[in-house]
């Protein structure tokens, strides 16, 4: 048994600093990419350059285009709107006329026409 322990205490005594140096290098690589992350959301990385310009002119465009949008919203609502209120009036049309027939099918679809 006094091997078995011998072996064991060589063994902990091989894998405890490295270890160690696993979780310094695994500590030490999570600084640097913390630190890589600070420096890109405080906008100091090079490739961000030209960013918050290119923000701006996205939001300038887009409030240039909002009224023109709304408005043509608005047309394109009235028309669906106008075409409603006319399908309405016909299928209305057609009811009416093959409520009292003998052949209903046959004039509403003549009262479609």
Request: include cysteine; charge should be negative; glycine fraction near 6%.
């Amino acid at each position: 048994m006094n091997e078995f322990a011998g072996i064991l205490d060589r063994a902990v005594r091989f894998i405890a600093p490295v270890k160690l140096y696993m979780t310094l290098g695994a500590f030490a690589v999570l600084l640097a990419l913390l630190a890589v992350q600070t420096v890109r959301i405080e906008g100091l990385w090079p490739f961000t350059d030209g960013l918050k310009e290119q923000l701006e002119d996205c939001e300038n465009a887009a409030n240039k285009v909002l009224p023109k949008v709304r408005k043509a919203d608005g047309e394109a609502r009235q028309v669906v709107d106008d075409t409603k209120a006319g399908v309405a009036a016909e299928n209305e049309r057609a009811r009416d006329a093959a409520k009292d027939s003998d052949d209903p099918l046959r004039d509403g679809l003549e009262a479609l026409r």
